[in-house]
């Protein structure tokens, strides 16, 4: 099992920057593929990007362009940089570890002036 702890939310104006961290329990994550998926109220859960062992990324089209995801290996961490924020943006973000099928606890993100 891993532990996956997010942090770095907050309220931003649109057109701000956050970045989000995820912290992970365990070693040698650097071989697993890792994602974040946010969740607006009253809104499914939905894939926001993914960063597969070697470093490539996917991310969905509502945020490509403006989010970018990366990681530290050494630091077993990573993060989501998120800039030119929407409203339709806000929501609560999480990150993911398939192969563990483990959750992190969420982070809130609202965009609003």
């Known amino acids: 099992q891993v532990q996956l702890v997010e942090s770095g939310g907050g309220l931003v104006q649109p057109g701000g920057s956050l970045r989000l961290s995820c912290a992970a329990s365990?070693?040698?994550?650097?071989?697993?593929?890792m994602a974040w998926y946010r969740q607006a109220p009253g809104k499914q859960r939905e894939l926001v990007g993914v960063?597969?062992?070697?470093?490539?990324?996917n991310y969905a089209d509502s945020v490509k362009g403006r989010f970018t995801i990366f990681r530290d290996n050494l630091k077993n961490t990573m993060y989501l940089q998120m800039n030119s924020l929407k409203p339709e943006d806000t929501a609560v973000y999480y990150c993911?570890?398939?192969?563990?099928?483990?959750w992190g606890q969420g982070t809130q993100v609202t965009v609003s002036s």
């Open positions: 365990g070693s040698m994550l650097s071989i697993y593929a």
């Open positions: 960063i597969r062992s070697g470093g490539s990324t």
């Open positions: 993911y570890v398939p192969n563990f099928d483990s």
